[in-house]
């Protein structure tokens, strides 16, 4: 019922910038929260960032250096990522908390299926 498509990971030097991006379709009537997940390889996956309609929350290790951002009328979420770091390297996962037509006032949560980024030293 919704899909979720990412892009913007890959390869990129320390101190270098990515911007990922997540769009969401379907049968959407509004969607309430959107975020970022990521995780590394024998690691747990764990929190990045998260964006409600009027606030965003980070996870300490990227305050300062990743920017999440919204568009509300493309059901996009983006994540600006600067001064990447070698342990920045991940599969980074959006979801979404989205409103379906069909069955108003109730919310389900989607993920997408991850994109790489890595990150050289």
């Known amino acids: 019922q919704v899909q979720l498509v990412e892009s913007g990971g890959g390869l990129v030097q320390a101190g270098g910038s990515l911007r990922l991006s997540c769009a969401a379709s379907?049968?959407?009537?509004?969607?309430?929260?959107m975020g970022w997940y990521r995780q590394a390889p024998g690691s747990q996956r764990e929190l990045v960032a998260t964006i409600t309609t009027g606030r965003s929350k980070y996870a300490d290790f990227v305050k300062g250096r990743f920017t999440i951002s919204r568009d509300n009328a493309k059901n996009t979420v983006y994540l600006q990522m600067n001064s990447l770091k070698p342990e920045d390297t991940a599969v980074y996962y959006c979801y979404v908390n989205v409103e379906l037509t069909e069955y108003s006032g109730t919310y389900w949560q989607y993920w997408g299926k991850g994109t790489q980024v890595t990150v050289s030293s």
């Open positions: 379907g049968s959407i009537r509004s969607i309430n929260v």
